[in-house]
């Protein structure tokens, strides 16, 4: 299902809600180009492990730390990831970032979307890779007093240098890594998939079918 939401709303502290009478709700941000199946993983793995009632995938009109890549259209990208999540009822697909257009800050999102859902607890789930960069985001600050910020680890990875790596005050950076979760490894990458197609080579267990069919219907990153 693809949610549209209304813009323009500024949001207030979300600090004295009741855990117990509130929505919690994840968002996983990206350029999902493609979603494959590494991104379903992570998303089935938070859902389960943050008790979440529903998680939305919201792919960016242009990612601020990759303004120099060109992504598919974004009508593509939302199409596939609709058909990869058809049957999961709570994944849902949010067009917001690729209809406001431009470079796509998650901090202005999560406001957007906690002033039109007051009640909702949102999680915002992040990678290894983002963690270590948060620091260079913008407004994360705000965005760390504002929202629960929750990074994943996919197994093997080194905690502890990873946690000499992380730019932010001690108070963050504990709180952060208290709250990470461990979410199945699985080796795939948006531009490893690219790669494979322009070389002529299946993506079979790579991406869902629905999402290799309309691929190859639209003849994308050949």
């Not at 792919?59 to 009508?75: D, L």
């Not at 199409?79 to 202005?108: C, H, K, L, W």
């Amino acid at each position: 299902m693809i949610i549209h939401y209304p813009t323009g709303i500024l949001c207030g502290r979300n600090t004295k809600m009741s855990e117990e009478h509130s929505e919690r709700i994840g968002i996983l941000g990206g350029s999902f180009d493609p979603i494959h199946t590494g991104h379903l993983t992570i998303a089935q793995d938070a859902v389960e492990q943050l008790h979440l009632d529903r998680l939305i995938f919201i792919p960016a009109a242009i990612s601020p730390h990759k303004q120099n890549t060109a992504p598919a259209e974004g009508r593509h990208r939302l199409e596939m990831i609709r058909r990869a999540i058809a049957n999961q009822p709570r994944f849902e697909v949010s067009d917001r970032e690729i209809q406001r257009g431009g470079v796509s800050y998650t901090f202005d999102t999560l406001t957007q979307i906690q002033a039109e859902l007051p009640q909702a607890r949102l999680f915002f789930i992040i990678g290894i890779d983002t963690l270590i960069d948060l620091h260079l985001w913008w407004k994360q600050d705000e965005l760390l007093q504002n929202f629960t910020v929750v990074p994943f680890a996919r197994g093997g990875e080194d905690l502890a240098n990873i946690a000499k790596r992380i730019q932010l005050g001690d108070p963050w950076k504990n709180r952060l890594l208290e709250r990470m979760i461990q979410v199945h490894q699985v080796e795939i990458s948006s531009s490893e998939i690219r790669k494979r197609l322009a070389a002529g080579q299946n993506l079979r267990y790579l991406v869902p079918l629905e999402v290799e069919q309309y691929i190859a219907e639209n003849r994308l990153y050949v």
